[in-house]
């Protein structure tokens, strides 16, 4: 009797333990791979974002400067005290606070009781201070006022608006931040000698507006930003 050959199914190999552990491992080397790179992608989104958003913020400050200086008018202003002039004492470094939010002090070349039409002055070394008349916008939204930009303790720049040109008892002026993270604020002004000075005006004989106005601000970045606007003096 004739017997066939019995044949067993081949048994299925399956993975042991170090080719287990090798694929695992290969497996969390690429994840962690993956995850560096996918976070380097949203740090580098991140940081393209807030240098997007403050590079707007800048511009948009020196598009809303641009427009006021240029809208300078040589109008001298009545002021709320009859001996006091509003910006304080050009060149004497010293100045009294009054109820209209502004300082008093004798100005160059201005009679009792006004404020000249442009006035610069150099806080500290680092820090200016810049009032002037502004003629109303030709688009109707703003009328014709006193309005002055200064660096805070905050290190903002900050907008004054008073109501008018002329400056009543009693009042203050509005105040809004315009630019934040600003540690530097320098103002220089054209003479008509064609010199840079750093207050205005700085003699008797100035005119009500220089010819043009040099701003550098110096961001808590570090970056450095200079600018140079003519004026309609």
């Known amino acids: 009797m004739k017997h066939e050959p019995v044949i067993f199914p081949a048994r299925a190999r399956g993975f042991t333990l170090i080719e287990v552990l090798s694929a695992l491992l290969i497996l969390s080397l690429l994840a962690l791979m993956s995850y560096r790179g996918l976070s380097a992608v949203l740090d580098a989104r991140e940081h393209t974002r807030n240098e997007t958003d403050k590079w707007r913020r800048v511009s948009a400050f020196f598009a809303r400067f641009e427009r006021d200086v240029q809208l300078a008018a040589p109008r001298p202003v009545r002021t709320a005290s009859s001996d ?15 109820t209209t939010g502004t300082t008093t002090g004798t100005a160059i070349g201005s009679p009792p009781g006004t404020a000249p039409a442009w006035r610069g002055e150099a806080v500290t070394l680092d820090q200016t201070r810049l009032e002037f008349s502004r003629f109303a916008a030709t688009d109707g939204v703003d009328t014709a006022r006193r309005i002055a930009y200064r660096l805070n303790e905050k290190n903002e720049i900050e907008l004054w608006l008073w109501p008018g040109l002329d400056i009543a008892p009693n009042t203050q002026p509005e105040r809004y931040p315009v630019l934040a993270g600003v540690k530097t604020f320098e103002l220089q002004y054209l003479s008509p000698t064609l010199l840079w000075v750093n207050v205005w005006p700085s003699a008797a004989t100035d005119p009500p507006i220089p010819q043009a106005v040099r701003l550098r601000i110096v961001l808590a970045s570090s970056e450095e930003i200079v600018r140079v606007f003519a004026l309609q003096s």
Request: glycine share 26%; charged share 0%; aromatic share 0%.
């Open 84 to 98: 006091a002039a509003i910006g304080g004492t050009i060149g004497a470094g010293t100045a009294t606070a009054t």
